[in-house]
C-alpha cells in the first residue's frame, strides 16, 4: 500500500463501493477483501474506517436512510413553490439522482436481517408518510392522499430499479405519472 492511500480513501468512499456491491452481489457479497480490491486498496486500510463488517453494514443502512430518503425528505420540504411542484421536484430528483436505485437491495437484504427490515420498515414509513404529506398540501382528501402518495413511492422506488428505460423516455414518462397522480 502507497503511504498516505487510507487519508485519500474515506469513510464515505467505502460506504459507497460498499453499496455498489450490495446492489450487485447481495449483502452476501459485501466482505471486506472484495470491497477493498474492488477499491484498489488493501484490506488493511479498511480498519481505519471500521471495526469490521457488522460496522460497515450497519453505516450503509444509516447512509441509505440518511442520504437517500432524509436528505430528499428536507430538500423538499424547503421548497417554496406550489404542492403540486413539490411533488414534481422530488420525483424528478429521485430518479434524476438514482436515490432509489439500491431500495431493490435493502429489501432485499431486509428480508434476512432484523436490523436491516427494522431500517427498511422505518425509511420506508418515512417515505409514505412524507408522499401523503406532500399530496394532502396538494388539496387532496387524507384517503386520496395516502393512495396517491403510496402509489408515488412505490412507484419510485420500482421504476428505479426494475426498468432500465432510457433516461429520456424515463423523464417523458415521469412528467406523466406525475400529472395522473396530481390530477383531482
Do not use: C
Given at each position: 500500500m502507497?503511504?498516505g492511500?487510507?487519508e485519500?480513501?474515506?469513510?464515505?468512499d467505502?460506504?459507497?463501493?460498499?453499496?455498489?456491491?450490495?446492489?450487485?452481489?447481495?449483502?452476501?457479497?459485501?466482505?471486506?477483501?472484495?470491497?477493498?480490491?474492488?477499491?484498489?486498496?488493501?484490506s488493511?486500510?479498511f480498519?481505519?474506517?471500521?471495526?469490521?463488517?457488522?460496522?460497515?453494514?450497519?453505516?450503509?443502512?444509516?447512509?441509505?436512510?440518511?442520504?437517500?430518503t432524509d436528505?430528499?425528505?428536507e430538500?423538499?420540504?424547503r421548497?417554496?413553490?406550489?404542492?403540486?411542484?413539490?411533488?414534481?421536484?422530488?420525483?424528478?430528483?429521485?430518479?434524476?439522482?438514482?436515490?432509489?436505485?439500491f431500495?431493490?437491495a435493502?429489501?432485499?437484504?431486509?428480508?434476512?436481517?432484523?436490523?436491516?427490515?427494522?431500517?427498511?420498515?422505518?425509511?420506508l414509513?418515512?417515505?409514505?408518510?412524507?408522499?401523503?404529506?406532500m399530496?394532502?398540501?396538494?388539496?387532496?382528501?387524507?384517503i386520496?392522499?395516502?393512495?396517491?402518495?403510496?402509489?408515488?413511492?412505490?412507484y419510485?422506488?420500482?421504476?428505479?430499479?426494475?426498468?432500465?428505460?432510457?433516461?429520456?423516455?424515463?423523464?417523458?414518462?415521469?412528467?406523466?405519472k406525475h400529472?395522473?397522480?396530481?390530477?383531482?
Amino acid at each position: 500500500m502507497v503511504n498516505g492511500e487510507t487519508e485519500r480513501l474515506g469513510r464515505d468512499d467505502w460506504i459507497r463501493g460498499a453499496l455498489d456491491l450490495l446492489s450487485s452481489t447481495g449483502v452476501e457479497g459485501v466482505k471486506i477483501v472484495p470491497l477493498a480490491e474492488r477499491l484498489g486498496v488493501t484490506s488493511g486500510s479498511f480498519y481505519w474506517h471500521f471495526k469490521n463488517r457488522r460496522e460497515l453494514q450497519d453505516a450503509l443502512l444509516d447512509y441509505w436512510e440518511r442520504e437517500m430518503t432524509d436528505a430528499a425528505i428536507e430538500t423538499a420540504k424547503r421548497f417554496e413553490g406550489s404542492p403540486k411542484e413539490r411533488i414534481w421536484r422530488l420525483m424528478k430528483q429521485v430518479m434524476a439522482t438514482g436515490m432509489a436505485h439500491f431500495d431493490l437491495a435493502f429489501w432485499h437484504w431486509a428480508q434476512s436481517d432484523a436490523i436491516a427490515q427494522t431500517v427498511f420498515q422505518r425509511t420506508l414509513d418515512k417515505r409514505f408518510a412524507f408522499a401523503r404529506w406532500m399530496f394532502v398540501e396538494a388539496g387532496f382528501s387524507k384517503i386520496q392522499a395516502e393512495s396517491r402518495g403510496r402509489l408515488m413511492v412505490v412507484y419510485l422506488m420500482g421504476e428505479s430499479t426494475l426498468i432500465p428505460d432510457a433516461p429520456r423516455k424515463r423523464k417523458k414518462m415521469l412528467r406523466l405519472k406525475h400529472e395522473i397522480l396530481t390530477h383531482p
